[in-house]
């Protein structure tokens, strides 16, 4: 008996929720697989999240789609799921599409069918709406160099922190069929800026890791994930805690809950990439894992207490930036503010100041809170979290 495309929807909506490339993630409403997402100067956009496939010749230890599990399969035609989303998105309930897959024939068969659903969309229907596309490891060049052309987006799950553990949980993919469509979309970026052509992947790539899957520490993580900032171009990195989905030797036996670590990974990667912090001044070499108690920041300046108190009326932007409780819309709010007058406590946390963090390291009218890092830190830590587990 043949599937309609409402079964295929349900399955394959589901089948998508692992991945987190949508930085609202799933909203309330009765369509299955929507996700919201945060565009260009702040507008929100409602995406069909979905999966061409979940019928993966793969057989990842970690993932629910794997081959050997016996669970529904479903896949789309090119015609049907470019039916799908014009029907949802003319009757205004997407504003677009984000599609991925599973592995379901070949790399090169399945980067295919998903190029030609953007295609399809973009040129023969004129379908104006945002396009996210997954791109396959392993599929050919040409093949990701068409999806760059017509996805507003595009992604590289990369999963895994190192070749190790790709090879132990996931066998049949490898760091170079993940790493060279990542490096190639970032040169192919870089190219289109340059010529100020503005057409290839105008809102960039991100990538995904999945965290205590496997033991690497939070230090080589970030260290992956700021590599490729730097040569990959890569807009975002997603951090995915651990769950388990299937019973596998190769897993962690009784794994401990992930979702405070990945909090605080998600927390350095935003000091990587907004407030000029490096991987090696979060965690130096004696320290691979970060804090679960204390945020990154206030970590390092507990680390480094000759470089504060901070005088607000003189110091730098990157100097504020690196001042626990300060963000740069706060920083720049100071330097603003003070060209015109002496700023006092109260105006800091009206310039959006974090108060309560920020004074142990900031000096005004020649007052500051005078107190050894251990004090600082016993008073920064709420009492139930002085005994806070290991994670």
Same mark, same amino acid.
């Given at each position: 008996m043949s599937m309609d495309t409402t079964q295929k929807l349900l399955i394959l909506t589901a089948a998508a929720r692992s991945d987190l490339d949508c930085q609202y993630g799933e909203i309330a409403t009765d369509l299955p697989g929507?996700?919201?997402?945060? =565009?260009?100067n702040g507008r929100q956009i409602t995406l069909l999240k979905i999966l061409f496939s979940n019928a993966c010749v793969y057989d990842c230890a970690y993932c629910a789609n794997r081959r050997g599990n016996d669970i529904p399969r479903a896949t789309f035609t090119v015609e049907e799921l470019v039916r799908l989303t014009l029907e949802l998105y003319h009757k205004g309930r997407i504003g677009g599409l984000f599609l991925t897959s599973a592995v379901w024939r070949t790399p090169d068969n399945t980067q295919e069918c998903l190029n030609q $659903?953007?295609?399809e969309l973009r040129f023969k229907h004129q379908f104006g709406g945002y396009i996210h596309l997954k791109v396959i490891p392993g599929a050919d060049p040409a093949l990701i160099r068409r999806a760059g052309l017509v996805a507003d987006r595009v992604s590289v799950n990369i999963e895994l922190p190192t070749e190790r553990a790709l090879t132990n949980l996931a066998p049949d993919k490898s760091r170079h069929s993940i790493l060279a469509p990542m490096l190639q979309i970032g040169a192919d970026i870089a190219q289109d800026r340059q010529e100020r052509q503005n057409r290839y992947v105008t809102a960039g790539q991100t990538s995904q890791l999945i965290v205590g899957a496997s033991p690497e520490s939070d230090r080589q993580i970030l260290l992956l994930s700021q590599a490729l900032y730097r040569r990959a171009g890569l807009r975002r990195m997603y951090y995915s805690a651990y769950r388990p989905v299937n019973h596998d030797r190769r897993l962690p036996q009784n794994p401990l809950p992930q979702q405070l670590r990945e909090h605080r990974l998600y927390q350095a990667d935003w000091l990587l990439r907004f407030y000029g912090f490096q991987t090696e001044e979060l965690l130096p070499g004696d320290q691979p894992e970060l804090d679960p108690r204390l945020d /990154?920041?206030? $970590?390092? =300046?507990?680390?480094? /207490?000759e470089c504060f108190p901070v005088e607000i009326h003189t110091a730098s932007y990157t100097t504020l930036l690196r001042t626990p409780g300060i963000g740069p819309m706060a920083a720049r709010r100071i330097l603003a503010e003070r060209r015109h007058r002496r700023l006092d406590f109260a105006d800091l946390r009206k310039l959006g100041v974090i108060t309560s963090r920020a004074r142990y390291f900031l000096a005004w009218r020649n007052e500051f809170f005078e107190a050894s890092p251990e004090k600082i830190r016993a008073l920064l830590l709420p009492p139930e979290q002085l005994r806070l587990p290991g994670f």
């Open positions: 929507c996700c919201r997402i945060c =565009a260009g $659903v953007a295609e /990154p920041k206030t $970590v390092w =300046a507990l680390r480094h /207490p």
